[in-house]
């Protein structure tokens, strides 16, 4: 009988349509596969298991927390070569159903039963968030929030750097991470003019970044507002040590129970990605509402590519089960729509895709580079999650499957009198 690798490659090749593109280590010792190819390790039947119980990415997923499966060489390499065999297959795609009733198929799942042996299915991971039936109340938000970022600080610290900003970083030529996140701060901050004694609302302030650098380089005033405990905690210490206290508040409240405006401006700053389709009005409404007449808003957020029908979009299952619980990506073009429906008027949308791929790639090298203390930190399996979604993420935004974009939008009032220069686009001068 062949060994366990060869049999797996031809499971693969035969369930995938294609050639197995990567190399395959099996729990005997067998090789097969491409020469000089990444090689998917497989280290037990248990990883069989999951993905039989579980087909396709969650049940690969599931593997790969627990450290059933892992890679032998690059990561992106790897990923890159089952980019197209398992998650870029696109939407004509064949159905699992009907992919079943191919007879070559059938017979590769009987194989793998076979190599399987007593089909008994394995607990998922303990990192792994069930599915909830209420999406985005107020407490299926605050769960949600606390599963990502309630982590630990020093574990972002160490994945994130000093400038402790978790989103797209904004390179020029050269320069560091923290230059970078610093560079998109002051970005964020002359899209929306802000001037001395202004007041600004940071919706999802995480660790108080922004509204240090609003606070200490342009004299305003900020409110941040969080869900997480953890991140309002830093945050406060990080504005006491910076003498800014007179300047900042960092509050634990969700963004529908902010009632003190109106402010000036509003940045949002990877915050709505966490919103939700059926929410996105009334988020857009609520911004709108707290901002005075001629105030702006910055809107930072991810975004998908439109599909034909929307009406057959899913959250990625991973991402939903692993890393943002009830997270929801929308086409640009829907969020500018909802922006406009709540009243703002949309003046400028600026794509910065690539950006979030290097930022991506930095933060994965921090991860890697101390990944002992990461895993001290945190635990195997969530390094292993936190590794594998930045590196996948990474990929996305090169090839055009995801995006980034910053929409500046007003709330211009009755006279049509927007406040903004003729030439919009001074901030990137």
């Not at 975004?303 to 979009?313: C, I, K, L, N, T």
């Not at 590196?391 to 974009?405: D, K, Q, T, Y």
Request: overall charge positive; some cysteine; proline content about 5%.
């Amino acid at each position: 009988m062949a060994d366990a690798a060869s049999r797996l490659t031809s499971v693969a090749e035969q369930m995938l349509g294609a050639p197995l593109p990567l190399r395959i280590r099996a729990w005997d010792g067998s090789r097969s596969g491409p020469p000089g190819a990444p090689t998917l390790v497989v280290r037990n039947r248990r990883a069989l298991r999951r993905m039989l119980f579980k087909p396709g990415e969650l049940g690969m997923a599931r593997a790969w927390v627990a450290g059933d499966l892992g890679i032998e060489g690059d990561l992106y390499t790897a990923l890159e070569a089952l980019a197209g065999s398992v998650w870029e297959r696109g939407e004509d795609a064949r159905p699992l159903t009907q992919a079943l009733r191919d007879p070559e198929v059938r017979a590769a799942g009987r194989e793998l039963l076979r190599l399987v042996g007593l089909p008994l299915p394995p607990a998922p991971p303990r990192e792994e968030v069930r599915r909830r039936r209420h999406l985005h109340t107020r407490r299926s938000d605050s769960r949600a929030i606390s599963h990502h970022y309630d982590v630990g600080n020093d574990f972002y610290e160490l994945v994130l750097g000093p400038s402790m900003v978790y989103s797209c970083a904004y390179w020029q030529d050269g320069g560091s991470l923290e230059s970078a996140q610093r560079d998109k701060l002051e970005l964020v901050c002359r899209k929306l003019g802000l001037t001395e004694g202004q007041r600004l609302l940071d919706v999802g302030c995480g660790w108080g970044s922004m509204a240090i650098h609003a606070a200490r380089e342009h004299g305003v005033r900020v409110v941040g507002i969080t869900l997480s405990q953890e991140q309002a905690a830093y945050a406060r210490k990080r504005v006491a040590e910076e003498g800014l206290t007179d300047r900042v508040e960092i509050r634990v409240q969700d963004y529908r129970d902010v009632v003190d405006g109106p402010y000036d401006a509003i940045s949002s700053i990877g915050m709505a990605e966490h919103v939700g389709a059926e929410r996105y009005l009334e988020y857009a409404s609520n911004l709108y509402d707290l901002l005075r007449p001629g105030g702006r808003l910055l809107n930072h957020q991810i975004a998908r590519r439109p599909q034909r029908d929307e009406s057959v979009y899913e959250v990625d299952r991973f991402i939903d089960a692993y890393v943002f619980p009830d997270g929801e990506l929308a086409p640009i073009g829907t969020t500018v729509t909802q922006l406009e429906r709540a009243g703002f008027e949309v003046r400028d949308v600026e794509s910065i895709r690539e950006h979030y791929a290097r930022t991506l790639r930095r933060w994965v090298t921090n991860l890697e580079d101390d990944w002992g203390r990461a895993v001290r930190l945190t635990s195997p399996g969530r390094a292993r999650v936190w590794r594998l979604y930045m590196a996948a993420s990474a990929l996305a935004f090169e090839r055009n499957r995801i995006g980034v974009n910053q929409v500046l939008a007003i709330r211009t009032p009755a006279s049509g009198t927007s406040g903004l220069l003729l030439r919009t686009r001074t901030w990137n001068t």
